[in-house]
């Protein structure tokens, strides 16, 4: 980010944002507002140039929903609990010993978060039992019904957490209120299940070399703007790159909304001069980055 524009960009200006154009079919080019520089009577209402990483805006925004779904009311609208179904064929697997012990401990936390299961004695001698894992909430059950594993290793990483006093436990007395927002609910969430929603975003999205219709465009950067956290995807990575201040006119920029090449785009970016060009580039090794360093 240039100088001139940190802390400049707002939420509120996403929704006043005006699509340009895609761009080499990884970005979406937008023009709007910036906060002043200066308050008072010197301050002067400018504009800048952002690039919206297609693939993270999308991401950010699929997260978002998936957790806004995860909970529903109950008890008249008092509280809110995981929205769950059942799985066709139970997952299955053996603990033994000071596992076996901790699953069956910390089964209600787990349950807190939609991962439902039994525990039943296998042999008491050998300290033993099997679970059977019945229900999931939808937005991590596919996953998990074709990688098991993933649903065990995760049940298994929290209840140990649980056992050394890293992780708080979650009980059915301590449910969330409605009324609060989803971030303030999913503090405590199992890591596993909040890995298993950045994947399926992340799998989910557009994707770089997806060609988008400035109709598309448009959804997507008022999706964005209706996000609570939109300046990073799943991972952490921020969503768009502020490129260059307009100054008080706004600029001009000759798009009528459809795609715009890669090459044309440099000679464009060229004439605006060295800051815009040095945008450019930083633009250009977080597409290297986000193309080779995906984390899923």
Known sequence: M??????????????????????????????????AACKGDEAVKSSGLVMIDQHAADERC????????????????SHVRPVVEALDRPVMFEATGREGELLERFREHLESWGVVYRVSAEALAERRCRIQVTHLPPSIMERCRSEPRLVIELMRKEVWALADGSVTPQTRDGRQRVGKSWASRFRGCPSGVLELLYSRSCRSAIMFNDEL????????????????????????????????????GGGRFGGDGQAVGADRWRRWMGRRGPEATGALSAVTRAVSVS???VSE
């Open 2 to 35: 240039t100088m001139s524009l940190v802390g400049r960009l707002s939420r509120a200006a996403l929704a006043d944002a005006e699509v340009i154009a895609q761009v080499d079919c990884k970005f979406v080019l937008v023009r709007l507002p910036l906060q």
């Open 62 to 77: 699929r997260l978002e929903q998936l957790f806004g779904e995860y909970f529903e009311e109950i008890e008249g609208g």
């Open 213 to 248: 219709s400035r109709e598309e465009c448009e959804r997507l950067v008022r999706r964005l703007a209706g996000c609570a956290f939109p300046f990073q995807c799943a991972h952490g990575r921020p969503t768009m790159a502020p490129l260059t201040e307009l100054g008080p």
């Open 291 to 293: 193309e080779h360093g």
